[in-house]
């Protein structure tokens, strides 16, 4: 599957702008971990693409449309797997084994909670953000209630990597995307 097929197939199903940052934050995110260790850069990117495919029309049936809908479209079963690993223990059984699929599982939920980081800056940017300012916001469970901080520390605890390293790796990661995700700014 090319991106553009991954693409084609995402907007098939969403047309939140929300939802599409969001898918276009998690490819980021998964692009860049995998150049880093040398993996196929296109596939770890359309697995983040189309980790919540089914989330917008179908909520309550998160990841079991998505898994139909992959299986529908000839989607190989590993990407399949690896797709529906990042909700472990939420929605699937599916636990993340391979690395692609922890960095997956932690950089779901942790970009959330950089891009409401930086919506709350006065210049709305990922291109100027630290990580103590996510550290911050991190301790702050009223902020972004909605991001689970705990499946972000198991996925860490399963890549063996130390937080700060890992938001700081996302962010770079979101960097190279930010106008497609809205966090350009007012840089």
């Known amino acids: ?14 047309s939140s702008e929300s939802l ?6 998690v490819e980021a995110v998964m692009r860049y971990f995998a150049h ?6 296109e596939y770890w990117g359309n697995i983040g693409l189309l980790h919540d495919l089914d989330y917008e029309l ?12 992959l299986r529908e479209e000839g989607v190989d079963e590993g990407m399949i797997r690896s797709v529906l ?19 997956l599982f932690a950089g779901d939920e ?11 800056r006065p210049s709305r940017s990922v291109l100027d953000v630290e990580v103590k ?21 198991k996925g860490l605890d399963m890549l063996g990597m130390e937080r700060a390293e890992f938001i700081q790796e996302c962010i770079y990661a979101m960097r190279g995307s930010a106008q497609e995700i809205g966090l350009k700014g007012n840089l």
């Not at 599409?20 to 934050?25: D, F, T, V």
Request: charged share 30%; net charge positive; glycine share 4%.
């Open 58 to 69: 179908y909520p309550e049936q998160h990841c079991l449309k998505t898994e139909e809908i």
């Open 110 to 120: 942790l970009t959330g909670l950089i891009k409401a980081t930086c919506l709350m």
């Open 85 to 103: 690993s990042h909700a472990y223990g939420i929605c699937t059984d599916v636990e993340p084994i391979h690395y692609m699929e922890k960095v």
């Open 20 to 25: 599409l940052q969001h898918a276009y934050a």
């Open 133 to 153: 300012s996510i550290n911050k916001k991190w301790k702050d469970r009223a902020f972004a209630a909605g991001v689970d901080r705990n499946t972000i520390q």
């Open 1 to 14: 599957m090319t991106r553009d097929e991954a693409l084609k197939l995402l907007k098939k199903y969403n």
């Open 36 to 41: 880093k260790r040398g993996e196929d850069e």
